[in-house]
């Protein structure tokens, strides 16, 4: 059995409220138990906290984790919520590996942290993190750590012409713990929906083009729920009154508010209740081809709702046809719709049988463990 820190935001601002992320990260920390692990989650805040926040990581880790296997360190490194400070120091003495579940643009190593190695980074924005870490300094985007992972499948092949800044990048594929979506398997006949930061990330330039947001590639497929006939439903913090919701709710687009999410529990609601996923990506992913997938379309997956995503060079390592398409305009998102509601037991099966082979939280973060050099199981 291995001691493993795992670090990330939960309740810190840029993430609070957003169910889907606290699933990502609940779903890594179970993964890695179920292995026998000992798990320690770490988030360490870059400024003082508010009492909600605090009462709010309190609660997520009395209903989904272990309240004495858990601490919130406030920016001076002092315990908030949780584990005691003794025990905190305990267990960082005794630990095996520290895993970060992003890139926090830092370069030194988590406080009260430090004298952990080995340390593993798996990073979960390429396109975004490698442009930006090329124009400026590499380790004060992704810090410094001996192993490197990124959800981005194609960095260094043939695919993706992204630096890879003298890093050797491992492949990686965000968990998912089949337990959590197997309860209510029946086919739904809702409607497809996605949850989206629309204007997340901005702007980049990538080989002469702009690559823009969410927004920038929702605007291609602004027709798809004239052409399947049905809404789609779209949780975003566009305004109400925002002329370009107000264009997409009169072709057919349904928004949600992100309330609807802002926990793990309504998320996995949310995905349940939905036919499938249809969703675009950003732009640094589409037109770099670095083979992101989403952690949200892989809880799809699980949960045997097919999924509908616009290509980012994932076609290249995962099945699809059957269950997942990969979409590169509009027309192809409708065929993909009208497959799905023509056979949509066959597509459920299949969407379940891709997240088992491609995504339990068994085979992804024993591959991982495994290629940081340390026991896979406990």
């Keep these: 059995m291995a001691t493993l820190v795992v670090v990330e935001d939960l ?11 606290a699933m990502y990260v609940l779903q890594t920390l179970l993964g890695l138990e179920r292995l026998g692990h000992r798990v320690v989650f770490v988030e360490c805040l870059d400024r003082q906290a508010d009492a909600a926040a605090v009462a709010e990581f309190r609660s997520l880790m009395t209903r989904w984790w272990h309240p004495d296997a858990c601490a919130l360190l406030a920016p001076d490194g002092r ?5 005691s400070d003794a025990a905190l120091d305990t267990a960082a003495a005794a630990a095996d590996a520290v895993i970060t579940l992003a890139a926090h643009y830092r370069e030194q190593p988590w406080p009260r942290l430090e004298g952990i190695r080995p340390r593993i980074l798996l990073e979960q924005d390429p396109g975004y993190t490698h442009l930006w870490a090329a124009d400026g300094d590499v380790r004060g985007v992704f810090g410094e750590h001996d192993v490197y992972f990124s959800v981005g499948t194609l960095l260094g092949t043939e695919h993706c012409g992204l630096p890879t800044l003298g890093i050797e990048w491992h492949p990686y594929r965000n968990p998912v713990v089949l337990d959590l979506w197997s309860g209510d ?55 109400a009154g925002d002329p370009e919701r107000d264009e997409l709710v009169a072709r057919g687009w349904h928004f949600r508010s992100p309330a609807d ?17 249809f969703s675009v990506a950003k ?22 709702r097919p999924v509908i995503l616009q290509a980012t060079g994932f076609e290249h390592v995962l099945p699809t046809g059957s269950g997942l398409f ?31 082979d491609y995504f339990d939280s068994d085979r992804v973060l024993t591959q991982m463990l495994e290629t940081s050099g340390l026991p896979s199981t406990g």
Aim: glycine share 14%; proline share 5%.
């Design 11 to 21: 309740v810190g601002p840029s993430v609070r409220g957003r169910g889907g992320h």
């Design 79 to 83: 315990v908030l919520s949780g584990m």
């Design 185 to 239: 398997n029946r086919v739904p006949r809702g409607r497809f929906g996605t949850v989206a930061g629309l204007g997340d990330y901005g702007w980049l330039e990538y080989e002469g083009r702009v690559l823009g947001p969410k927004i920038e590639q929702l605007r291609a497929y602004a027709a798809l729920p004239e052409l399947v006939g049905q809404p789609i439903d779209v949780v975003a913090d566009l305004d």
């Design 261 to 277: 999410v802002s926990t793990p529990e309504k998320f996995r609601d949310f995905v349940l209740e939905s036919a499938g996923e």
């Design 283 to 304: 732009g640094g992913y589409t037109g770099t081809g670095c083979g992101w997938f989403s952690d949200r379309s892989a809880c799809f997956l699980a949960a045997g």
């Design 326 to 356: 990969a979409v590169r305009d509009v027309d192809e998102a409708a065929s993909a719709v009208r497959a799905i509601r023509a056979e949509p037991e066959r597509h459920a099966g299949a969407a379940r049988e891709i997240a088992r």
